[in-house]
């Protein structure tokens, strides 16, 4: 009993060695343990196949009992009982088997789709690294919303594009890790079973920050993020308009600011607290020097943008939110604060219908208001 890996107590008088001190669990399967010389250890599956040659598997240190390693063992064992291969097979892996199944199977527009998808989002990216046998629903679940950060939408519309293009991909890619389980590639589907579609693709989105929210992110950004953000909140215009403006879009002397977006060129009049703001940003620019500047005192890009605001999101500890909730917040403050659903579609520039369908939570007083009007 001196070399018994089964208790805390002994595994701490073992000797640290290069071999594992094993245990076996049934004929040809046995459970190790590899002291190391810090103390601590991993644990190790050994498996003789039917040949007569033995094969391991390293199941680290994340396992903290005998008993656990035992189950991980055994469920190992038993995959490759029924014939999962012991190779380690990757998500790339299963995906180019999907796609040359969807060629043989389907035809070549669907093998040529499912392709197009992989190559953009699995193919060289670090998820199609990871191994199929340890994959885990948070990572095929950042896999999914890591998307809606890279497509960075700009306004309701596309938002909801990006969560159904989000999907379908989401859909192609347990088709193929569900192929790769029925070619035993694997033994479990445990990884992405669980991991859903958005839903509610369409519906309006929640979008409102609170007042506690919003000044969490803000707090979190650095100075040149933060300054793109309160943009956002005083206007409520869409990142990229705001990005994209130049120091001779705001008129300093009648404080007005002239944005170009996807309804054209419109003049958005600022309130006092926006027109000191802008006055501080435009401060010695002049001509086409962007009105708002990144780190590196140049336009902001989405992907930059995007990057700084995940960072100050998760901070804040704000997982659902993203830089389009400033527009949403503005657009929702406004209405509830009085400002007719017509006014705010002109200076957001969007239309009327977008604002009902999305913020129409927020419009419910609109008809008693309207009662309020004598017109005869």
Same mark, same amino acid.
């Given at each position: 009993?001196?070399?018994? $890996?089964?208790?805390?107590?002994?595994?701490?008088?073992?000797?640290?060695?290069?071999?594992?001190?094993?245990? +076996?669990?049934?004929?040809?399967?046995?459970?190790?343990?590899?002291?190391?010389?810090?103390?601590?250890?991993?644990?190790?599956?050994?498996?003789?196949?039917?040949?007569?040659?033995?094969?391991?598997?390293?199941?680290?240190?994340?396992?903290?009992?005998?008993?656990?390693?035992?189950?991980?063992?055994?469920?190992?064992?038993?995959?490759?009982?029924?014939?999962?291969?012991?190779?380690?097979?990757?998500?790339?892996?299963?995906?180019?088997?999907?796609?040359?199944?969807?060629?043989?199977?389907?035809?070549?527009?669907?093998?040529?789709?499912?392709?197009?998808?992989?190559?953009?989002?699995?193919?060289?990216?670090?998820?199609?690294?990871?191994?199929?046998?340890?994959?885990?629903?948070?990572?095929?679940?950042?896999?999914?919303?890591?998307?809606?950060?890279?497509?960075?939408?700009?306004?309701?519309?596309?938002?909801?594009?990006?969560?159904?293009?989000?999907?379908?991909?989401?859909?192609?890619?347990?088709?193929?890790?569900?192929?790769?389980?029925?070619?035993?590639?694997?033994?479990?589907?445990?990884?992405?079973?669980?991991?859903?579609?958005?839903?509610?693709?369409?519906?309006?989105?929640?979008?409102?920050?609170?007042?506690?929210?919003?000044?969490?992110? /803000?707090?979190?950004?650095? $100075?040149?993020?933060? +300054?793109?953000?309160?943009?956002?909140?005083?206007?409520?215009?869409?990142?990229?308009?705001?990005?994209?403006?130049?120091?001779?879009?705001?008129?300093?002397?009648?404080?007005?600011?002239?944005?170009?977006?996807?309804?054209?060129?419109?003049?958005?009049?600022?309130?006092?607290?926006?027109?000191?703001?802008?006055?501080?940003?435009?401060?010695?620019? $002049?001509?086409?020097?962007?009105?708002?500047?990144?780190?590196?005192?140049?336009?902001?890009?989405?992907?930059?943008?995007?990057?700084?605001?995940?960072?100050?999101?998760?901070?804040?500890?704000?997982?659902?939110?993203?830089?389009?909730?400033?527009?949403?917040?503005?657009?929702?403050?406004?209405?509830?604060?009085? $400002?007719?659903?017509?006014?705010?579609?002109?200076?957001?520039?969007?239309?009327?219908?977008?604002?009902?369908?999305?913020?129409?939570?927020?419009?419910?007083?609109?008809?008693?208001? /309207?009662?309020?009007? +004598?017109?005869?």
């Amino acid at each position: 009993m001196a070399d018994s $890996i089964k208790t805390k107590t002994s595994r701490a008088k073992l000797t640290a060695r290069r071999e594992p001190y094993f245990e +076996a669990i049934r004929k040809g399967v046995f459970v190790g343990f590899r002291k190391l010389e810090s103390g601590a250890g991993t644990w190790i599956g050994r498996y003789r196949l039917a040949d007569g040659k033995q094969t391991f598997k390293s199941f680290g240190d994340d396992l903290a009992e005998f008993d656990d390693a035992r189950k991980a063992v055994e469920k190992w064992a038993e995959a490759l009982d029924g014939g999962v291969q012991n190779k380690s097979t990757t998500v790339s892996d299963a995906c180019e088997a999907y796609v040359k199944k969807l060629l043989v199977d389907n035809s070549p527009a669907s093998s040529k789709d499912a392709d197009y998808r992989f190559k953009r989002l699995v193919y060289g990216h670090r998820f199609g690294t990871l191994d199929l046998s340890k994959l885990r629903a948070f990572e095929v679940e950042g896999w999914r919303n890591g998307q809606l950060d890279a497509d960075d939408p700009d306004d309701e519309e596309s938002y909801n594009r990006a969560k159904d293009s989000a999907n379908r991909n989401l859909a192609s890619l347990k088709a193929a890790l569900n192929y790769a389980l029925k070619c035993q590639l694997t033994a479990t589907d445990t990884g992405w079973k669980g991991v859903n579609k958005f839903p509610k693709v369409g519906a309006r989105r929640e979008g409102l920050l609170t007042v506690t929210q919003r000044r969490a992110l /803000l707090e979190a950004m650095p $100075i040149e993020m933060r +300054a793109l953000s309160t943009a956002l909140l005083m206007t409520g215009a869409r990142p990229g308009e705001v990005a994209n403006a130049n120091a001779s879009d705001y008129d300093r002397n009648t404080g007005r600011l002239w944005l170009d977006g996807k309804t054209g060129r419109r003049e958005v009049p600022l309130s006092t607290a926006a027109r000191g703001f802008f006055d501080e940003q435009s401060k010695d620019k $002049i001509g086409n020097a962007p009105l708002l500047t990144n780190a590196f005192a140049s336009r902001w890009t989405a992907a930059q943008w995007g990057k700084a605001f995940r960072e100050a999101r998760d901070a804040a500890s704000l997982p659902d939110a993203v830089l389009y909730c400033m527009r949403h917040t503005y657009i929702s403050e406004a209405i509830a604060q009085g $400002i007719d659903v017509f006014t705010v579609a002109k200076l957001t520039g969007t239309s009327v219908a977008i604002i009902q369908s999305n913020y129409g939570a927020l419009t419910d007083n609109i008809v008693e208001r /309207l009662d309020r009007v +004598a017109v005869m």
